[in-house]
């Protein structure tokens, strides 16, 4: 059972709200717009949009996952002050359905020519690229590949010689990281044609990446494993700059604060969720 335990970091770090939001699901994406809404993805249940206001939240809207069995996360993108499209997994393991929420209106789905050669859908996310807003989309069998969502019609695509697990994009750079299931994380770049290309291969100790971020400034990428260890980069230079060692199991998620919290020394903070049903508070690098 899916249960929210929401609450305010700020001096008091008691809980203010709880429900339980996907029944029999366990959730595998959060997304806050606003202070006043929440999206939660249930896993083969459903993406929901909340009004927390109260310490009972009400459900805005409901998007529903069909027939998607995987781990994927969700993706929301505000294009601009009348666009706002979301991206869920399903229907089946390979497709991704691309929502207009502000119209209430399915878009599409969007499938590869050849599922087989693909291999079940790992996590959507969209990129923009000077002025275009593409769907980026990642595959087990090593594929990512950059959708033209209104055509369903695929920009490009590349394939990494390791089983994907996770990828992020810092638009500002126009590069982006892939963590894979190998000890291997690739660098990649998208230019201005869309083409996308490996910038870099880095190896690291023990095998598995199930998360990744850029900090919101571009200057930091920083890895969630396997192995508990997270893990920070330079992104200008690709190199190895510290690893942390405080959790017990598998980092399954890792988020930046957007802008400076003065409350916990200043800076970007760096929020880590593990297995071990934990979450810690980072400040370092800044």
């Known amino acids: 059972m899916a249960k929210f335990f929401f609450g305010t970091l700020r001096f008091t770090k008691c809980k203010t709200a709880e429900w339980i939001a996907h029944a029999g699901s366990s959730i595998h994406w959060l997304h806050s717009e606003s202070p006043d809404m929440l999206w939660s993805l249930g896993r083969s249940d459903s993406v929901k949009a909340w009004d927390i206001h109260s310490s009972s939240p009400d459900v805005v809207s409901t998007y529903p996952v069909v027939d998607y069995l995987g781990f994927s996360s969700s993706h929301f993108i505000q294009v601009d002050s009348d666009t706002r499209l979301l991206s869920l997994p399903g229907p089946s393991q390979e497709g991704v359905t691309v929502w207009d929420i502000g119209k209430n209106f399915k878009i599409g789905t969007l499938v590869p020519p050849d599922v087989k050669a693909y291999g079940s859908m790992m996590q959507p996310k969209w990129?923009?690229?000077?002025?275009?807003?593409?769907?980026?989309?990642?595959?087990?069998?090593?594929?990512i590949v950059l959708w033209d969502w209104a055509n369903s019609k695929i920009f490009s695509q590349h394939q990494v010689t390791e089983n994907p697990m996770c990828f992020?994009?810092?638009?500002?750079?126009?590069?982006?990281?892939?963590?894979?299931?190998?000890?291997?994380?690739?660098?990649?770049?998208?230019?201005?044609?869309?083409?996308?290309?490996?910038?870099?291969?880095?190896?690291i100790t023990n095998a598995g990446v199930s998360s990744?971020?850029?900090?919101?400034?571009?200057?930091?990428?920083?890895?969630?494993?396997?192995?508990?260890?997270?893990?920070?980069?330079?992104?200008k230079k690709c190199k190895p700059l510290a690893v942390l060692m405080y959790h017990k199991k598998t980092v399954e998620c890792i988020a930046y604060s957007k802008g400076n919290i003065e409350e916990l020394g200043g800076g970007f903070i760096l929020a880590a969720g593990s297995s071990d049903k934990s979450v810690s508070l980072w400040n370092i690098f800044n």
């Open 127 to 143: 990129i923009k690229v000077q002025d275009i807003t593409a769907l980026g989309v990642l595959y087990e069998s090593g594929y």
């Open 168 to 203: 992020t994009f810092d638009e500002s750079s126009q590069t982006g990281i892939i963590g894979t299931a190998a000890e291997k994380i690739f660098v990649f770049s998208i230019q201005n044609n869309l083409n996308i290309s490996i910038v870099k291969e880095l190896s």
């Open 212 to 235: 990744c971020v850029i900090r919101p400034d571009g200057k930091l990428f920083v890895t969630g494993g396997w192995d508990s260890r997270i893990r920070f980069f330079s992104s």
